[in-house]
């Protein structure tokens, strides 16, 4: 069975930096054509990917949010981080891990919320 | 890279169709065989229900299809059914390994 799982804070203050974790199972980074991934969605407003990191270590990020992302990898835990700099309000979200098998994103985590706020 | 643009919310009686459009532009929706989409029920995980436009997952019911002309992607909901209230989303390969998903459409079974 193939399953990813958030876990990061439920609340970050404007400007602080951002870490989540998504810990999968039941499939392997390594396989060709494998992705883990970020994708978010605001409180009444749309899906947006973020991140992807690939089988390849090949790294991809939203041309808007690139500045701020970074995607990691923690292989013997099979965790992959994402660390998002300079929080403000607007990223408040629901942050939902996703894997991408064939240009799809075939499984999903359940979200974790996020809320930006002093 | 911009959000595909998908109508806010359609909606339909049992038993009749909706279909849902999809536009993006050359460099994603008309450049690609990629499109997948989306159905997602307020406080739970999307779920994957078309990919590579028009294909299926074990699973999902075939009243769901998918196609694409130009710039533009369709889902289609045959034969409407209370459980198919829900948000669908779009997504389409943009190139350089990079995605991007529609704004989104909410539909509303009568």
């Known amino acids: 069975q193939i399953t990813l799982k958030e876990s990061g804070p439920t609340l970050v203050k404007p400007t602080q930096t951002l870490t989540l974790t998504c810990t999968f199972s039941g499939f392997s980074l390594t396989t060709s054509g494998v992705g883990v991934g970020w994708v978010r969605q605001p409180p009444g407003k749309a899906l947006e990917w973020l991140a992807l990191?690939?089988?390849?270590?090949?790294?991809r990020y939203s041309p808007s949010l690139k500045s701020r992302l970074t995607i990691t990898k923690d292989t013997s835990k099979n965790q992959v981080i994402l660390t998002m700099t300079n929080m403000d309000p607007v990223d408040t979200a629901t942050y939902y891990c996703?894997?991408?098998?064939?240009?799809?994103?075939?499984?999903w985590g359940q979200g974790t919320m996020v809320t930006v706020s002093s | 890279q911009s959000a595909l643009t998908q109508p806010r919310s359609v909606s339909g009686s049992p038993g009749q169709s909706v279909t849902i459009s999809c536009t993006g532009t050359?460099?994603?929706?008309?450049?690609?065989?990629?499109v997948s989409w989306y159905q997602h029920h307020p406080g739970k995980a999307p779920k994957l229900m078309i990919y590579d436009v028009s294909e299926r997952p074990s699973g999902v019911p075939d009243r769901f299809s998918g196609s694409k002309s130009g710039n533009t992607a369709s889902l289609t909901i045959s034969g409407l059914q209370a459980e198919d209230e829900a948000d669908y989303y779009c997504?389409?390969?943009?190139?350089?390994?990079?995605?991007?998903f529609g704004t989104g459409t909410t539909v509303t079974v009568l």
């Open positions: 050359s460099s994603d929706v008309g450049g690609y065989n990629y």
């Open positions: 996703v894997r991408r098998r064939s240009n799809v994103f075939d499984v």
């Open positions: 997504c389409s390969y943009a190139g350089s390994y990079t995605y991007v």
């Open positions: 990191l690939y089988w390849d270590d090949d790294e």
